[in-house]
C-alpha cells in the first residue's frame, strides 16, 4: 500500500501540535488522562501524573506509527512487464529447431515477404501470375534459388507442416484461376507466415 502524502504531512502535523500542547502554559485546563487514575492512598483524591498522556496527544503518533508501519510492510511494487500476448493465426515459435534454425526463420521470412510484395505488384501491373498453380511454383522457385538447392523443409519439418496446413487454411488447395480476392488472401497469408517466422526468432 502506498500512503499518499498530504496524509501524511496532515499526521504529521496533528503530532506536531500535540507536542506543542504538551508544553502549555501552567494552569491551561487538560483532557483527562486516558486509563485508570494513579495510586492513591484510600480516602484520597486520585491526580493525574505530571504530564499525563492524553488522547489528543497520543492519537497523531499512533496515526503517524500505523502509516509508517503500513507503507513498509506494503513498499510500491516495480513494474512488471506483461507478459506476451498469444500468437493469432501461425505460430512458427519452436518449429525452427537446430543449429540453423535462426538463419533458416530469418530466410522464410525474407522470401516470403518478397513474395508477398512480388504477387501484390503484378495484380497491379501485367498480372501474369494468374492461378494459384502459378503462385506455389513461384514460391518453391524462390526458395530454390534462394538456399542454393537446400531443402528448408528437410531440414525444418516442423515449421515446413504447420506452414502448409496454415496456406491449406487461407488460400485452399486449388490451383485454379484467381481473383482479386484471392490474390489477396495469398499475399496476406504469405505475410502472416513471414511475420511468424520473425515472432519465431524475436525480431
Known sequence: MTIPLPLLFV???LAYLSWRGSAAPAGAPSLPPIGPPGLAPPGAPAT?????????RVAPWLLVAWL???????????????APAPAVGLDLRGKFVGSEAAADAAITAELLAKLADAIE????????????????D????AREY????VSLGQRQPLARDAIKAFLDQEVG????????AARARWVTAFRAI??????AIGR
Not at 513461384?138 to 522457385?141: D, G, N, S, V
Not at 513471414?194 to 515472432?199: C, D, F
Open 11 to 13: 499526521a504529521a502535523a
Open 48 to 56: 493525574p501524573a505530571a504530564g499525563g498522556v492524553t488522547l489528543f
Open 68 to 82: 509508517a508501519f503500513s507503507s513498509f510492510r506494503n513498499p510500491e511494487r516495480p513494474d512488471v512487464p506483461p
Open 121 to 136: 505488384y503484378d495484380g497491379a501491373h501485367d498480372r501474369r501470375l494468374t492461378t494459384g498453380a502459378q503462385l506455389a
Open 138 to 141: 513461384l514460391r518453391a522457385a
Open 146 to 149: 534462394r538456399t542454393a538447392g
Open 173 to 180: 488447395t486449388d490451383g485454379g484461376p484467381i481473383d482479386d
Open 194 to 199: 513471414s511475420a511468424a517466422a520473425r515472432t
